[in-house]
């Protein structure tokens, strides 16, 4: 037997050690299946975290593009991983002792790394990393948190709309949330907030930057930008469905509308961030720190 053969042999390990991660993943399938298949409800039913449904298929497309630089960085077993993946079950007990749905989704992550950190080691662990991190932003932030997050934005949208509205000559009345106009009354709720954007942007903003961005400190720069953005984006929607309300009647403002409207702004959102990333790509220049810290 070549040493060849004996390497591939021992990266394959014996069948009690196969035996034992079957056991091991039936197990860890058997504590988060109800926490996961709990948060794909909320993704269904809850408009802010549609993307959820992508965003474990973007991290698989992530890992499964480096696949062979994967396959040449698996080592022996790391013992740290057991310590990565006790911290994580650790914050599922405070989780469940708390009823805290937020911190038992989160604590998937850790355990999910800790166990590849555990088979394969430091050297794919490290490769890793950002698609696991990547996982975190299909969880549902606790309503305190939104809550916290999304009135602050209505009133900043409906004041950067109120102002713009005035530009167009239409004397405009802003209360809180509230645009007065003379033929309608605006609620800025938190589908215009930019707080429905900011949460769908933020996943594709990391990505943009992972892709595009050559410099650590330009991504960290793009994905700053993700909430002016959001914001400013959901401030034109507001603008825009003031005059369609003033011209051709409040009715504009619900239905069919209403949804193409919120579609228009995702998407110049979308291209706006597009937009920055290139610029940035552009004054940038070399090759890109995420995959130039994974090179040798």
């Known amino acids: 037997m070549t040493s060849g053969q004996i390497a591939t042999q021992d990266r394959r390990g014996t069948p009690w050690e196969t035996a034992a991660w079957v056991i091991l993943a039936a197990?860890?399938?058997a504590v988060y299946a109800p926490h996961l298949a709990y948060m794909a409800e909320?993704?269904?039913?809850?408009?802010?975290?549609?993307?959820?449904f992508l965003v474990p298929l973007?991290?698989?497309?992530?890992?499964?593009r480096r696949r062979e630089e994967l396959k040449r960085a698996a080592g022996g077993p790391n013992a740290w991983g057991l310590m990565v993946v006790a911290a994580g079950l650790l914050i599922l007990?405070?989780?469940l002792v708390g009823h805290e749905f937020f911190l038992r989704r989160l604590s998937f992550i850790p355990v999910l790394w800790g166990m590849v950190l555990t088979a394969?080691?430091?050297g794919v662990a490290r490769r890793v990393w950002f698609p696991a991190a990547y996982l975190g932003l299909m969880i549902p932030l606790p309503y305190v948190l939104y809550d916290s997050v999304a009135f602050p934005l209505r009133l900043v949208a409906a004041s950067f709309a109120g102002w713009l509205l005035?530009?167009?000559g239409r004397p405009?009345?802003?209360e809180g949330n509230v645009i007065h106009l003379p033929s309608a009354v605006l609620d800025v709720v938190d589908a215009c907030s930019g707080i429905r954007s900011l949460i769908s942007l933020l996943a594709v903003g990391v990505l943009l930057a992972y892709f595009l961005v050559p410099r650590r400190w330009q991504q960290v720069?793009?994905?700053a930008l993700v909430p002016p953005v959001a914001v400013f984006t959901n401030a034109l929607r507001v603008v825009a469905a003031g005059l369609l309300a003033e011209y051709f009647g409040p009715q504009m403002l619900e239905g069919a509308m209403h949804d193409l409207t919120g579609w228009l702004v995702f998407m110049a959102a979308f291209g706006l961030l597009a937009a920055l990333a290139l610029l940035l790509r552009r004054t940038g220049g070399g090759r890109r720190e995420s995959e130039a810290g994974h090179a040798g």
């Open 166 to 168: 005035s530009l167009t």
């Open 172 to 174: 405009v009345l802003v």
């Open 42 to 52: 909320n993704w269904w039913d809850d408009p802010n975290y549609s993307h959820g």
């Open 120 to 122: 394969w080691g430091w």
């Open 221 to 223: 720069l793009l994905v």
């Open 93 to 95: 007990v405070v989780g």
């Open 27 to 29: 197990v860890f399938l």
């Open 58 to 64: 973007v991290a698989g497309y992530l890992v499964w």
